[in-house]
């Protein structure tokens, strides 16, 4: 093999691939708009999502929004205690919480647990022939499979981002009273004069977004896959890594975009 | 038995299929006429359910025409398409049930997203079709929960809840008992007749099974037709033919 197979390959290989994802994953999101504009979706299919989706996913979203809620505290703690600027935990918890960490890890447990469900789900059916049923049955599976997953997680995301912005503040102020001293009230009155719409409507925005990217993502891989069930394993574990990446990249643009 | 007199419901004219690739299908004609039920059989891999799939389109062929009682599916726009599907049922290898339903959801569900009827009738004609297949009971189930021969049952009276005119079965005895097989074939049958002016399509290779339900044979080898007529026929038929009739052809190797 020559110098260029070792080098110039993968990288042409890694680029076709991304191309192709973002491509595939771009076209799913133009036939859900052709799907949605006038609105044509199985109303049945997307309550079941929105159910699934939201509803099943809210346990896990409190318990990761309960502990980002502590965790900065813990990591702000010694700072506060050590310079008494207990008047600037509520906005230091608020600010990295609404604007960042929250809707990143909530993006990526979503991810994890809805997106990769996703895409094995669609993979199985396709597999199963499931999808060919639909056609057969002159049902498009665009509109019955697709345009439901994508409105529910782009709704439901988005409510568990409020959700979960509530239970971290929650958490914080739990942590406040019970590890550092500092009285809850004192943190939730300084955080609310803190003002920090701006970060709450950024990190509202980022979970639409994420919302929308991972409906897509896990949609496209899930209807591309072939090869049994090896290739679902191979779609769902894509999917994951695709949505991860669009999480950090959506995270990055809006984040930008807010600063302009 | 096959009448010639019947109108013919569905053609293929020089049919070819690359699948993945590779030639599947390479200029078959064929034609299925009304209130007759055909075999397709041949050896694995000769395309027969490839065949079968391209018939409402759900691969669509390299070269060719499938002509639905006289329109060219390929010329319908995306609605006229969806409309002409509605004429088929579809009996899948795999069975395709849908695992997030129960049997009866499965069942009614063409009915209900057709728009034919009501939610109540298209519950009782499920219900009336699960019967037929003798699964009444077995109605709130999941499909996780049924054994081969009931799925099999199942997409059977899925396929057939909406008295589609052409009813297509992929490999329905696959995997199951002798006895069961056979129940399925007479189903087939029993459905078969009681829908006026229904074509039906068999892809198997259970010969035995097929010969009381089927009034004719086509035979696929290579991705070509190589016999279409009769049984009675078969004389004219090249050996190979004779061979999958004999049972002495498994994958185009004759033993």
Redesign the interface.
Known sequence: MSIADWTVAPVGRATNYVLETVGGASMILWRIMRALVPPRFDGHETWRQLDRVGVRSAPIVIVTALFVGAIMVIQTAFYVNKTGATSLLGYGVGFTVFAEIGPILIGLMFSGRVGANNTAELGTMVVTEQVDALRALAIDPMRYLVVPRFIAMMLMLTLLMVLGDLFAIIGAAATAQGLIGLDWRVLIANLIESHLLDELTMGIVKAACFGVSISCISCYFGLSVSGGAAGVGRATNNSVVANATAIFLIDFLVGWLYTL | MTDLSHRVRLRCEGLSVDYRGRAVLDAVDVEIRANEVVGIVGPGGAGKSILL?TL?R?IVPTRGRVILDGTDLATLP?VGL??A??S?G?L?????????MTVLDNVA??LR??GQCDDAEAIRRAEARLADVGLARAAPQFPRELSGGMKKRVALARATVADPQIALYDDPSAGLDPVTSSRIFKLIRQMHERIPDCASVIVSHDIDRMRPVCDRFIAIVDGRVAFDGREADLGRAPPTVRAIFEGGLVAGVAL
């Open positions: 799939k409402p759900l995306r969806a409309a599907r509605e088929f579809y899948f290898q795999n069975y395709a049930l849908f695992d997030f569900f063409p997203q057709g």
